[in-house]
């Protein structure tokens, strides 16, 4: 292998520097030739110098060109990010809905049957038998119903929810200010309510602080306020109250209940739980054909997973529109390194004339074209962690519930990893274009 200079006598202006042609004028590149046998081979770490020098001689035409790359990286990352934070919320604040089992009864006649039953406090007592039912851990009667609140001159139709005091844990919920009432307050029927976000709305003017303590008069009965319930953006008109209270004061119906709610001991054990439910409610209402079942049971599982998988999709589809980003700057790569062969036509001429085979220059351009797209890429990712952080530190303070969008380690090498294929592919036709070109005729190439 020997390294000499060669000098071309079709390109008087170019000048002889140690083992680099540097030429000046109307062929601003340098090079170096490494000769063997005539063919002229240019190793990675000056093909490398010289794309950077290319792009430093072109400054504005570069960063824009690498726009694109830098668009589509960063929304990859941060989109990533802000929907690993979204299912996070999701599953901090409905998780522990994953183990939860509604059972209601059937209003009206059952099919093919008589009138259906109600469900009463023996049947909670039922499953509450670890023998009868071992998936089951908790079980919680409701009764409820529909009622005015009142206070001074204004008024709000409330619905009134009698439970036992496990009733926010089994069905996710918290208090923002006050207590729960405890099992003294259900054995002595005491009269006292916690309130939902919208009656604290609609007649404390959304003002919690001015709630607690407060005497509300609901129905017939007055009770005092003791507590605040987060909203769940479901069940928002809440007034919730011991069981016994609101048996005595406002919906009647002896032992009688509307609902339960029930946890199962695991998610891996909800299908079970189901199974024992409907076994042991079938034989304490006497019903051999399932299709006359006075009672629905309903396990929550299936509709997170539903929402989960929606979830999942949604940001699939959210990182597939910040990827035509990505493919729009491979465009704009490839459009670019067109251009950069058209201006440099003589260059390739010369270097072909003094024997750079095919291969040295679709390795240049390939390498320049990566460089660019690699540049893109880089400044993206950085992008996108500063963005990510920041929002990590910005949406808590709005939303607690959103989660904390978390910077991916593997929507980062995949982002990179894309831009400089991007960068590889965008250049390979214009690399071949230059590779083709014939020496003499792009000598005469003005």
């Known amino acids: 292998m020997i390294r000499q200079v ?32 005539g063919a002229d081979r240019m190793n990675l770490k000056e093909a490398f ?20 790359i830098v668009i589509g990286v ?7 990010g802000l929907g690993d934070g979204m299912k996070a919320g999701f599953n901090k604040t409905f998780g522990e809905l994953a183990t939860a089992i509604i059972v209601n009864k059937i209003e009206g006649s059952v099919p ?18 670890k023998n009868r039912a071992p998936a089951i851990r908790a079980v919680i009667p409701q009764v409820s119903g529909q009622h005015i609140a009142t206070r001074g001159d204004v008024q709000f139709r409330t619905s009134v929810v009698g439970s036992t005091p496990e009733y926010l844990s089994v069905n996710n919920r918290e208090i923002i200010l006050g207590s729960m009432f405890t099992e003294d307050h259900d054995k002595a029927a005491a009269k006292v309510v916690l309130l939902g976000p919208n009656p604290v709305a609609n007649l404390y003017g959304g003002r919690a602080g001015d709630a607690i303590g407060s005497t509300l008069r609901i129905g017939r009965a007055n009770f005092k306020v003791i507590g605040v319930v987060k909203s769940d953006g479901h069940d ?16 009647g119906g002896g032992d009688t209940i509307n609902g339960m709610a029930i946890k199962a001991t695991s998610v891996a054990a909800v299908p079970d739980a189901v199974k024992q439910i409907t076994e042991v409610l079938s034989e304490r209402h006497n019903i051999s054909d399932p299709s006359k079942r006075d009672f629905h049971v309903e396990a929550l599982q299936g509709q997170l997973e539903e929402i989960t998988q929606f979830l999942f999709f949604l940001s699939l589809f959210i990182v597939a529109v910040a990827g035509i980003s990505l493919i729009v700057g491979g465009i704009g790569v490839a459009n670019i390194m ?21 291969l040295a220059i679709m390795k240049q351009f390939l390498i320049e074209s990566t460089v660019l797209a690699g540049i893109g890429g880089l400044i993206g990712v950085t992008l996108g962690i500063a963005i990510t952080l920041t929002a990590a530190a910005i949406i808590p303070k709005l939303s607690e519930d959103f989660g904390v969008p978390e910077v991916s380690a593997p929507a980062i090498v995949v982002a990179f ?30």
């Open 6 to 37: 060669v000098a071309a006598s079709t390109a008087p202006d170019i000048l002889e520097i140690s083992n680099y042609r540097c030429s000046a004028g109307t062929v601003p590149r340098c090079y170096s030739a490494t000769t063997h046998d």
């Open 49 to 68: 110098i010289i794309a950077l020098r290319g792009l430093r001689v072109n400054k504005l035409r570069s960063a824009l060109t690498t726009v694109g």
């Open 74 to 80: 960063t929304a990859v990352i941060v989109l990533v």
């Open 112 to 129: 093919g049957g008589g009138k259906a039953r109600d469900l009463k406090n023996a049947d909670v007592t039922a499953l509450r038998d």
């Open 236 to 251: 928002d008109d809440i007034a919730l109250m011991p069981m016994t209270t609101a048996r005595a004061n406002l919906v």
């Open 338 to 358: 067109l251009v950069s062969v058209t201006e440099r036509t003589r260059e390739i001429g010369i270097r072909k004339a003094i024997g750079a085979p095919r």
């Open 417 to 446: 990893t894309v831009s400089l294929c991007i960068g590889l592919m965008a250049g390979g036709y214009p690399a071949l274009r230059a590779a083709k070109l014939q020496p003499i005729e792009a000598l005469r190439y003005q």
